[in-house]
């Protein structure tokens, strides 16, 4: 079946640091892949995502990189911000479902990382 | 344009009850689906409708259950409610289409007492 794997942290770091979350996963066929966010007490919001292979998905100065050869998707930042702190998944959708003409109605979610950013 | 609101944002049952929860999905949007999170799971699909009917389901019970309206607006309902159905149930809808991404609720959290 499909799974996703993701870093467990917590992750801790300084505002203006570097983030990298690695995200891999394992999936028939080619799935769409998505980075996901979740603020304290909210639900999930949509961060970037790809549909194949080495499609590039980008908003708010994150970037994740949809790698076949490696079966990775990892999220990364150039300089993070307090308001950065959050939950972030990462997650792919069921090829079979998206192939009979669906939309992405059944994603497969990784644990989940939290992450924390100090000024 | 209003995201996808669920209600209520909190509920409080004891073992044994039964609760619904309610979802009204963005304006024009046919799909929606229902996840569960928890702590020690994460998030797990429970099921999607489209067009008043269920098209895929989770590996959950049979006490679990849904439906979808006319307008595309779901409920889903939990029967002989169990300590372990503690969790935050999540709402996302979506377009029909290729790739069309799930938009997410702020959810409702659920406490079994």
């Known amino acids: 079946g499909n799974s996703v794997t993701q870093m467990e942290g917590p992750v801790t770091l300084s505002e203006e640091a570097f983030l990298t979350i690695n995200c891999t996963y394992t999936?028939?066929?080619?799935?769409?892949l998505f980075w996901y966010v979740q603020y304290p007490g909210e639900g999930l919001q949509l961060l970037l995502k790809?549909?194949?292979?080495?499609d590039k998905g980008s908003n708010k100065g994150f970037e994740a990189t949809y790698r076949k050869e490696t079966t990775s998707f990892h999220l990364e930042k150039g300089s993070v911000q307090v308001s950065d702190s959050a939950v972030y998944f990462c997650a792919l959708s069921d090829t079979a479902l998206r192939n009979s003409g669906g939309s992405n109605y059944k994603l497969t979610f990784g644990k989940g990382t939290l992450l924390t950013v100090n000024p | 344009k209003a995201g996808v609101t669920q209600t209520p944002r909190y509920l409080i049952k004891t073992r044994g009850q039964q609760v619904t929860l309610s979802c009204s999905p963005i304006?024009?949007?046919?799909?929606v689906s229902w996840y569960q999170q928890t702590p020690g799971q994460g998030l797990q699909f429970l099921f999607e409708?489209?067009?008043?009917?269920?098209?895929n389901k989770g590996n959950f019970p049979g006490r679990f259950s849904g439906r979808q309206f006319s307008n595309s607006r779901s409920e889903m309902n939990v029967s002989t409610l169990e300590l372990g159905d503690s969790a935050l149930y999540l709402c996302a809808s979506s377009l029909w289409g290729h790739n069309q991404p799930q938009h997410f609720g702020d959810g409702t959290r659920l406490s079994i007492l």
């Open positions: 790809a549909t194949k292979a080495d």
């Open positions: 304006s024009g949007h046919r799909s």
């Open positions: 999936a028939t066929g080619y799935p769409s």
């Open positions: 409708y489209f067009s008043e009917t269920q098209r």
